[in-house]
């Protein structure tokens, strides 16, 4: 009888089977917690500028300088932070940049002159913000996502604008009961809360853990994370950039998202609560107010993700302006001592607005740009916060020269009415693959 021959048999392992609940979606909640934890200090200024000149006996220009360069930073990092996250993952970067900011805040409540509020708020503040700026939902959102991604752009989005106003009644309050100090230094804890989310929970690719991005097609190739991007981050921001300002699309967008920034973070996110309380409206109650809109803010910008999912993003972004800019003409006229119903239906109004236009932002700029889209969607927000960071300062100059705030907010929504038509001139890109970094 012939010897029994060993047959070997090769057995593919089953294919593993995808959860219940995609990872994207988990990592997308650690990303909402970190923005979120990040917006804490966008909220300080506001509640901020009052008690500095009372103990510093700083002029409103002298803080909104400070506050400027915060701005400035904030998106001029942005382009690089996403570069960054390229070539050593959002982890590292994002854990990072919520460090700095802790480290911003936390050394504020030693200062004794304005150079070192603009070393902190300005310089720590500004990088650690804009390392993990919308840059950041970008790159979360085009990794983790196929399908749903302009909903997940909103929801994330709204992290950052519904944190910063959401903190504001909570540190209105302790600037009044205890001081500046104390809401400093609340900031400072929330910020390093969430570094050990990021740490443990957030992971740079789903093929880091064998799955692919949720709505990808199912295939039967294995899962292979890409290689790290072979350049330098400095080098392939800077190239992104050099290639997409070739294109009239990157000029239109950069323009209409400065005008963003200047009538937000800018004008309203600065100076709301200083202008109310220059109508008699206490501090606290216009905190609160801002924090309403930051409320409404959350609907408004996953309604906009949704709608972005479905239509012309640059007609969403021509409605947003011309309402936006329709809404602060009006606004001189409602600010009082109290707060009453044509106020509350500006704040409604208002924050259904807020950043409604970055889903439809980010949208462009993945159909022009294609897989360069996050990196030039960070030189889009670096245009944003240039336009913030000139109205934040020029609105505390036109404050001290004339005593109102009354000319910022025309002249803010007159430049709305510009963007609208700015937005309108976008050309669509003829559906098919985008090459990487044309436009």
Sequence with gaps: MPHDRQVTQTVSAPPRQSPRVHRAWWVALVAFAALVGAAAFRATPSVMIDPFREEFGWSHGTISFAISVNIMLYGLTSPFAAALMERFGMRRVVAGALSLVAAGSGLTVFMTASWQLVLC???????????MALAF??????????????LVSGILTAGTATGQLVFLPLLAVLVEDRGWRPASLVVTGVALAAVPLVWFLLRDRPEDVGL??????????PVVAPPPAPTGAARRAVTALTTAARTKAFWLLAGTFAICGASTNGLVGTHFVPAAHDHGMPVTTAAGLLAVIGIFDLVGTVASGWLTDRFDPRLLLGVYYALRGVSLMVLPLLLADTVHPPMLFFIVFYGLDWVATVPPTIALCREHFGTSGPIVFGWVLASHQIGAALVAFGAGLTRDAYGSYDMAWIGAGALCAMA????????????????????
């Excluded at 708020?121 to 390392?131: A, E, F, K, Q």
């Excluded at 692919?212 to 190739?221: C, F, K, L, Q, V």
């Design 121 to 131: 708020w300005g310089l720590l503040v500004g990088l650690g913000t804009g390392s």
């Design 420 to 439: 609208a038509a700015m937005s309108l001139a976008i050309r669509r890109r003829m559906p098919g693959p985008v090459a990487a970094g044309t436009g």
């Design 212 to 221: 692919r991005p949720y709505g990808a097609p199912e295939s039967d190739e």
């Design 137 to 150: 939902v970008a790159t979360v959102t085009d990794r983790w996502f196929v399908a749903r991604r302009g």
